[in-house]
Nanobody, 115 residues
Framework: QVQLVESGGGLVQPGGSLRLSCAAS????????MGWYRQGPGKQRDLVAS???????NYADSVKGRFTISRDNAKNTVYLQMNNLRPEDTAVYYC?????????WGQGTQVTVSS
């Protein structure tokens, strides 16, 4: 089992920045990819960004150039730096971690972009 604890969400004005963190504990040796999904009001849950244990990253087109995902393997933590936030970025952001057999999810953290 893997437990994921997220932090860093909140309310920010358009153009502002937030940094999300997700700390993993438990059977962390089995994890190879970590990342973030988001689910806006009335929308499906979509991938935002992911990063492998070797540091290979992948981003949704809508966040390229604005969001940066990073990973500290020593701390078993993944980060999502979000810059130039837009109202359409408003969503619940979910951290995930995947092994060869399972996908684990965090509880979600709300990000609201509004003036």
């Amino acid at each position: 089992q893997v437990q994921l604890v997220e932090s860093g969400g909140g309310l920010v004005q358009p153009g502002g920045s937030l940094r999300l963190s997700c700390a993993a504990s438990g059977s962390i040796r089995s994890i190879y990819t970590m990342g973030w999904y988001r689910q806006g009001p009335g929308k499906q849950r979509d991938l935002v960004a992911s990063i492998t244990e070797r540091g290979t990253t992948n981003y949704a087109d809508s966040v390229k150039g604005r969001f940066t995902i990073s990973r500290d393997n020593a701390k078993n933590t993944v980060y999502l730096q979000m810059n130039n936030l837009r109202p359409e970025d408003t969503a619940v952001y979910y951290c995930y971690a995947s092994s060869s057999q399972y996908v684990y999810w965090g509880q979600g953290t709300q990000v609201t972009v509004s003036s």
